[in-house]
T-cell receptor, first 112, second 114 residues
Framework: DQQVKQNSPSLSVQEGRISILNCDYTNSMFDYFLWYKKYPAEGPTFLISISSIKDKNEDGRFTVFLNKSAKHLSLHIVPSQPGDSAVYFCAARQGGSEKLVFGKGTKLTVNP | SQTIHQWPATLVQPVGSPLSLECTVEGTSNPNLYWYRQAAGRGLQLLFYSVGIGQISSEVPQNLSASRPQDRQFILSSKKLLLSDSGFYLC?????????????FGPGTRLTVL
């Protein structure tokens, strides 16, 4: 049972344009959501997070949107840069738990 | 600042051999510690986590085990490796217990079982 789903295994965008990465979840008890970026042969790096009491969080070029009614969140990267090319993982945590549940990731390619 | 170390970076082992991967965290105390595996084309699968010395929670039944002999040391072991144990193993830590604590990952160990 996959509680966190990233239905697009890959995404390709042009440099300077917007990248939108999507994530859906099924567990209504999730109250904290995170995005990680991972380069090959490296550990994931934390990017940005959002609590369920908010619907938007912004940090520089990265913005995460949360739609609780649709159980959907998205990561927007504007403007996209070639260095953003990586695999992006969505993760979620249930309140009171010390664990994160990860999606399978979306590979983003930003073309110069 | 906090840092997390994993070794070795790469490992090639024959089927049936034992395994020991080590993870250590510096610059924090009483962290939560986690072992994940990323198999080819798959997401991050949580294997074990620990909220304190000697406290291990297993998420997936398998031939792997974990131990936490010291506050900032987490070890992943196997007595006999299987082909299916191949993958990228990641250790992570978080401040715990608490709310809204992101996890920070180590550089990973690429394990190939032949």
């Amino acid at each position: 049972d996959q509680q966190v789903k990233q239905n697009s295994p890959s995404l390709s965008v042009q440099e300077g344009r917007i990248s939108i990465l999507n994530c859906d979840y099924t567990n209504s008890m999730f109250d904290y959501f995170l995005w990680y970026k991972k380069y090959p042969a490296e550990g994931p790096t934390f990017l940005i997070s959002i609590s369920s009491i908010k619907d938007k969080n912004e940090d520089g070029r990265f913005t995460v949107f949360l739609n609780k009614s649709a159980k959907h969140l998205s990561l927007h990267i504007v403007p996209s840069q070639p260095g953003d090319s990586a695999v992006y993982f969505c993760a979620a945590r249930q309140g009171g738990s010390e664990k994160l549940v990860f999606g399978k990731g979306t590979k983003l390619t930003v073309n110069p | 600042s906090q840092t997390i170390h994993q070794w070795p970076a790469t490992l090639v082992q024959p089927v049936g051999s034992p395994l020991s991967l080590e993870c250590t965290v510096e610059g924090t105390s009483n962290p939560n510690l986690y072992w994940y595996r990323q198999a080819a084309g798959r997401g991050l699968q949580l294997l074990f986590y620990s909220v304190g010395i000697g406290q291990i929670s297993s998420e997936v039944p398998q031939n792997l085990s974990a131990s936490r002999p010291q506050d900032r040391q987490f070890i992943l072991s196997s007595k006999k490796l299987l082909l299916s144990d191949s993958g990228f193993y990641l250790c992570a830590w978080s401040r715990g217990p608490g709310v809204n604590n992101e996890q920070f990952f180590g550089p990973g160990t690429r394990l190939t079982v032949l």
